[in-house]
């Protein structure tokens, strides 16, 4: 650091009068002085020659008038006094500028003014134009003001006398270099010596080139000497040829100023300046990485600078025409209420006007693209270390999709609370100490305890189960969820007695409530109210095994006591009973002349007629529209005789008035024995109906009895009959494929979906039925010969016919119970779909209940291996009896076709049409969509949209027709 005194002999007003003489004679080098604000107050001519400033005109000016644009807006002047101010000296070179407008390379030493009581007084400053050829060719007239200047500059001189290869060293060089203060003359190899060694060959080859060649020079180096301490230090060295005596030998003078700390400083700002192009690179690319948007702006004008990849994605647009803080109007943004945010108050409009950090929540930003999203801002003013803020960042984070489930939560949360309200099953909640924290109206209903009341109770304190078996069992459950996360939902039935003393029949669920993160942070218990089920089972158990209309057996519970009669007729020792199948003769008449309604009245009234000639241990059943069958149990043929004649002779006596007609009725009986040789219901049924329908071809009104050999004779023909036909049709392409269309009720069109039907031609009143022969087929095995027939020519079909494939929804095929059992047919089926052009997801396979129970296993692997493909399932003649609904839970079916003979009562019959509802619902539940086969007319159809059944097929709907000519 300089000196902060002067030592002079001379009195002071002399002394400071060579002083100013002196600073005003140096011309190369600007001496000026500055009171402690920066402010200049004494002015040099060397300062006005280099700057170009008179003294009129520098004199109270500010420092920084000299520095560049750059500069000044860095901060630079106010930099440097403050760093001389600290440290009692700076000095730096880099660009300064004239008044021209000219930039020169200055080096500036910057020195505080101090008095003894260490008070500033003002600044000192001295700069030299390293631009020019010269150095320090400004040699001052008093060794004292060079001393001064040199020693300000920390900059020292040499002498090379070329003739006698001596180098002069300067007080001050030496002094720089941490040798005495006295001058010192080395030959050519010391002074070189003096040099550091990675420098010294090319500093030798500088000054051996402009000694050969004098025109080379000045010489301008940066180099490292070697001090006395054994370390280097950087100089800048210029040199020129000189000659101090007129027509005397020349010599090489040049100056040595220190740049140690220059050098020092510029290799670390090289070093910060690429560790910074790291960080910055590095930064920017967080910046693209990041998912919020981010937007630069400068401050004050508000011109957008850069805006990352997010913030281009939100914003929909690029800034290049974004020049200031105005152009923001033309982004969109509106508040929750959908008024549109006036341009001074955008989050980033505010920070660049000098409004600071600020948070913004809840904007909605419109898109040119018409996309509306939910922003929240960030602003905030970047300001650098002089205080002043050039920069503002705003930061914007796309909150669509968390607004939109915070929307969705809450509407959800409302919807459960509604729901929890709503539900008729009682819900009630525990933290996972077990207090009761929630309970709903449901629940309040059982336990006759209002929820305000209930929280904070224990569970075990507040249910009274009667069943001490079932409410250890609750409360086990309880504890268990809470101890080991388990969940229970079998539970034991149980009767509530509510504090009001209702007793209510309840099924309790237990299941713990388990954050995402697993922890649990409570229980629900659900009771689900039984009592009106368990009242509603019994009377529907009672109506699925009755008639609606008469109060007879229908033919569901009717088949099944048959089976139970067979079986005991087969037992050894087993009794004998007899099957009658009873047809009404003349029924129709009554229906067409005085309407259904009077025809349902006549049933009525002849089963309860029928109904005394029957004992108590007999079953009496309305089997079909005009049919009724009965079992007599523990009786031979002779006496099931008497009591069909008993029958017939009640049928001939009854009289039926209506609209003043009177009517008479018969009726056709067929008789079969039920012995050890019954095999099945569907045989016992098959010779009875048989039986009546010869009592009908021999006369009607008579009874005819159908005994087993003469059945078996006559049914082996027929089936045999229909096996050849069969042969002859596979053999002359004389079955047909006919589709009937299934509409669905959603009162959309929507695309094509049909059931595959088959017909044989050539059938003496057009195509025939698959029910004439199917049932041959079926026990000859010809069945799977067919189901393999129907599958590949529809197949075959769909792919020839593009415009059908593509406008098809979804094709439906009945397979038979043989090939839903034959795994030969489920490897064909795979193959011919997997190798067919048409789509699989298009194909439906309609299978009944008693094929689908008869090998279980099979059933369930062949629908999931075609499932897999994409193909669907249905679940014809589906009925109501419990174990159609215990073999739908197993059943991994698409579809439910709800048997048609529920739905052709339901306009008639209350219990068919609940029935179909409930099954709909119960379809529902376990997510298959439900089809109404057999759909008649108009009102059922209106019954069945209301109800919410998903398809109709039907006569209504639509007949069968030709899939081919």
């Not at 995402?516 to 699925?544: C, P, Y």
């Not at 209309?549 to 006591?561: H, I, P, W």
């Not at 003349?586 to 309407?595: E, I, L, S």
């Not at 003496?764 to 087929?777: E, S, T, Y």
Request: a negative charge.
């Amino acid at each position: 650091m300089p000196e902060r005194f002067l030592a002079s002999a001379l009195p002071q007003h002399e002394a400071a009068e060579l002083y100013r003489l002196m600073v005003v004679g140096i011309r190369e080098v600007a001496v000026f002085l500055m009171d402690p604000g920066g402010y200049i107050t004494v002015w040099s001519r060397g300062a006005q020659d280099m700057k170009g400033y008179t003294a009129d005109e520098a004199i109270g000016s500010h420092l920084a008038r000299l520095y560049t644009d750059e500069d000044r807006e860095r901060g630079w002047p106010q930099h440097n006094l403050a760093k001389a101010a600290e440290t009692g000296f700076y000095s730096e070179e880099t660009w300064r500028k004239r008044k021209d407008g000219s930039l020169f390379w200055a080096h500036i030493a910057l020195t505080a003014l101090r008095g003894n009581d260490g008070q500033l007084l003002g600044f000192s400053k001295i700069t030299m134009d390293l631009t020019h050829h010269k150095l320090l060719e400004a040699c001052t007239k008093e060794k004292q003001e060079i001393d001064l200047i040199l020693r300000a500059a920390q900059a020292g001189t040499w002498k090379w006398h070329v003739d006698s290869g001596q180098i002069d060293l300067s007080r001050h060089l030496r002094e720089l270099l941490g040798y005495d203060g006295e001058p010192e003359q080395l030959d050519f190899d010391a002074w070189l010596a003096l040099v550091h060694e990675d420098d010294r060959a090319r500093f030798r080859t500088l000054l051996e080139d402009t000694c050969r060649d004098p025109l080379t020079a000045p010489i301008e180096t940066e180099l490292r000497f070697l001090r006395s301490d054994g370390r280097s230090q950087w100089f800048f060295l210029r040199a020129n040829w000189h000659r101090s005596i007129e027509d005397g030998p020349m010599q090489f003078l040049g100056v040595c100023v220190g740049i140690d700390s220059l050098k020092t400083a510029e290799q670390d700002k090289e070093r910060l300046l690429s560790q910074l192009r790291q960080e910055r690179s590095r930064f920017s690319d967080i910046l693209e990485q990041m998912p919020s948007g981010v937007v630069l702006a400068d401050v004050p004008s508000g011109r957008l600078t850069y805006q990352n990849r997010a913030a281009a994605s939100m914003m929909g647009r690029d800034f290049s025409e974004v020049d200031s803080y105005h152009d923001y109007r033309d982004y969109v943004f509106v508040d929750a209420q959908g008024a549109r945010i006036a341009l001074e108050d955008l989050p980033l409009a505010r920070t660049v006007r000098g409004h600071g950090v600020a948070r913004t929540e809840g904007l909605i930003y419109e898109r040119a693209d018409g996309e509306r999203l939910h922003i929240d801002v960030t602003t905030a003013a970047i300001v650098d270390s002089d205080g002043v803020a050039r920069v503002a960042i705003a930061v914007l984070h796309d909150v669509s999709q968390l607004k939109h489930t915070e929307m969705a939560a809450a509407a959800e949360k409302e919807r459960a609370l509604v729901t929890l309200a709503a539900l008729t099953d009682g819900v009630v909640t525990a933290d996972r100490d077990g207090a009761i924290m929630t309970v709903n109206p449901a629940a309040e209903r059982m336990i006759g305890v209002l929820e305000q009341a209930a929280r904070g109770l224990r569970l075990r304190d507040l249910l009274h189960i009667e069943e001490p078996a079932a409410a250890e069992a609750t409360f086990g459950a309880i504890e268990r969820c809470l101890g080991q996360h388990q969940t229970t939902d079998a539970l034991p039935h149980a009767t509530l007695v509510s504090r009001d003393g209702t007793r209510f029949a309840v099924e309790n669920a237990v299941a713990p409530v388990i954050l995402d993160s697993g922890e649990l942070i409570g229980a629900v218990l659900i009771m689900h109210d039984v009592t009106e089920s368990k009242r509603l089972l019994r009377r529907l158990g009672f109506e699925a095994s009755h008639d609606a209309l008469t109060g007879l057996v229908n033919r569901r519970e009717f088949e099944l006591r048959l089976q139970r009669a067979i079986e005991r007729a087969q037992h050894p020792g087993g009794a004998c009973a007899a099957l009658l199948y009873m047809d009404l003769d003349q029924f129709k008449v009554v229906n067409d002349t005085c309407g259904h309604q009077a025809g349902d009245e006549l049933l009525k009234r002849l089963a309860t007629t029928y109904s005394e000639h029957v004992r108590e241990r007999d079953t009496l059943a309305r089997i079909g529209g005009d049919e009724f069958a009965l079992i007599i149990e523990h009786c031979g043929v002779d006496e099931a005789m008497a009591v069909a004649q008993k029958i017939l002779d009640a049928t001939r006596a009854f009289r039926y008035v209506c609209k003043g007609r009177v009517f008479q009725l018969g009726v056709s009986i067929g008789l079969t024995p039920i012995d050890a040789g019954t095999i099945s219901v569907e045989e016992a049924m098959r010779r009875a109906d048989h039986a009546c329908y010869i009592a009908k071809d021999r006369g009607r009104n008579r009874i005819y009895v159908h005994y087993k050999g003469d059945l078996d004779f006559a049914q082996r023909r027929s089936d045999m009959h229909w096996v050849t036909r069969l042969t002859h049709a596979f053999q002359n392409e004389q079955l047909q494929l006919y589709y009937q269309p299934i509409l669905p009720l959603d009162d959309g069109d929507g695309p094509r979906h049909y059931e595959i039907l088959l017909r044989m031609r050539n059938g003496r009143n057009g195509p025939i039925a698959p029910g004439v022969f199917l049932p041959a087929a079926e026990r000859y095995d010809v069945i799977v010969k067919i189901d393999r027939w129907v599958l590949t020519r529809t197949l075959e079909w769909l792919a020839s016919n593009p415009e059908q494939m593509d406008a098809l929804e979804m094709c439906s095929i009945n397979l038979s119970r043989r090939s839903l059992a034959d795994p030969s047919f489920h490897k064909f089926a795979a193959d011919l779909i997997d190798a067919s052009e048409v789509a699989a997801d298009k194909l439906c396979f309609e299978i009944t209940e008693n094929g689908a129970i008869a090998d279980m296993q099979k059933t369930i692997s062949f629908i999931e291996a075609l499932s897999a493909r994409g193909c669907r399932f249905s679940l014809d003649d589906f009925g109501t009896g419990m174990t159609s609904f215990a073999y739908l839970k197993q059943l991994p079916v698409n579809y439910i076709k709800i048997d048609g003979s529920f739905i052709q009562m339901m306009s008639s019959s209350q219990v068919d049409f609940e029935m179909v509802r409930f099954t709909n619902d119960i379809s529902h539940m376990m997510g298959r969509k439900t089809i109404a086969e057999y759909v008649s007319d108009s009102a059922i159809l209106a019954s069945l949209k209301a109800i919410g059944v998903d398809f109709a097929q039907g006569y209504w709907v639509g007949k069968p027709r030709p899939l081919t000519p």
